[in-house]
């Protein structure tokens, strides 16, 4: 019988509409994408929900088929402020066009994006939002909305 990582695998190939490549690693602290070398990289987090790991797996097939990989490189030319900022914006762009493409993905990010807000994951526990820098304040927003407070 396939497991679970394998299946999530061919479901993230599928979606991609490619032969990437899906590596778990147990030092990854979140989900990431290399748009030169194909690679989808998910976490291997303790208690890991289903729809946080589809949320992860949709987010990083988003940037597969929407993030220009030669756009990065001249973001990443003009400093860590300005690569933030755009990395805030094109995670937003790419979630809603991944959604809009896969609408069954929509309750899996509501529902993830809860869960790892749930486990700490964003580090907002008990913190005053108005404190974070507008960045920052952006993503919250964007991604858990107004579960945040």
């Not at 690679?39 to 597969?64: C, Q, R, S, W, Y």
């Amino acid at each position: 019988m396939i497991n679970n990582r394998e299946t999530k695998s061919l479901l993230a190939k599928l979606m991609a509409s490619e032969d990437i490549n899906v590596e778990y690693r147990e030092n990854a602290t979140t989900a990431a994408f290399d748009t030169e070398g194909r690679t989808l990289i998910m976490p291997v987090l303790k208690d890991m929900t289903e729809n946080a790991t589809d949320l992860f797996l949709g987010h990083e097939v988003g940037h597969a088929l929407y993030t220009p990989g030669s756009a990065l490189e001249e973001i990443l030319s003009k400093g860590r402020v300005f690569k933030g900022v755009v990395n805030i914006v094109e995670d937003v762009r790419i979630e809603k066009m991944i959604q809009a493409k896969f609408p069954g993905l929509k309750r899996s990010f509501y529902d993830g994006y809860g869960d790892l807000m749930d486990r700490g994951f964003f580090d907002i526990n008990g913190k005053d939002l108005s404190e974070l820098n507008f960045v920052d304040r952006i993503n919250i927003h964007f991604k858990i909305g107004t579960r945040a407070g």
